[in-house]
């Protein structure tokens, strides 16, 4: 489980990015049964946010301006393009799900994830999930996909 802190911080990532490129399609942590324990990917797909080591470079900063020394907990920063294959698919089972914020063993594309916390979901767009603080009580879901 993550603590509630550390996930207002990732909200607050998600809104410097918003205002400063754009909305984002997504924004999750994903920590996969692969890595070592409390270790975190940040996930962010966003059409406003090209592949590019620049881009990329500019998202690290951003967030740790915000994360400082909790930096240390994240071993990965990804960016997807929005309709990448990853989110279709992740997309698909938040749909499926009821839009939930915490995703337990989970298998998409062969990425075995143990935990997932969905900051900025795929359907709120599509007006699926209010506006509602991750730090409220979770829904959980577990699935494979592939």
Do not use: C
Not at 65 to 83: D, G, H, Q, T, Y
Not at 125 to 131: E, F, P, Q, T
Request: proline share 3%; charged share 25%; net charge positive.
């Amino acid at each position: 489980m993550i603590e509630n802190r550390f996930l207002r911080k990732f909200s607050a990532v998600a809104e410097i990015l918003t205002q400063e490129n754009g909305p984002l399609k997504l924004l999750a942590l994903v920590e996969k049964y692969n890595s070592p324990h409390n270790q975190w990917d940040m996930v962010v797909a966003s059409k406003h946010l090209p592949e590019t080591m620049e881009v990329l470079r500019e998202v690290i900063e951003k967030t740790r301006s915000v994360l400082k020394k909790e930096m240390l907990k994240l071993s990965a920063v990804i960016l997807l393009k929005e309709n990448d294959e990853f989110v279709k698919l992740l997309q698909k089972i938040l749909k499926q799900q009821g839009n939930p914020k915490v995703l337990l063993d989970v298998d998409i594309l062969a990425i075995e994830i143990k935990e997932a916390y969905i900051i900025v979901s795929p359907l709120e767009a599509l007006g699926s999930r209010s506006a509602s603080s991750l730090t409220t009580k979770t829904t959980s879901v577990r699935t494979r996909v592939s």
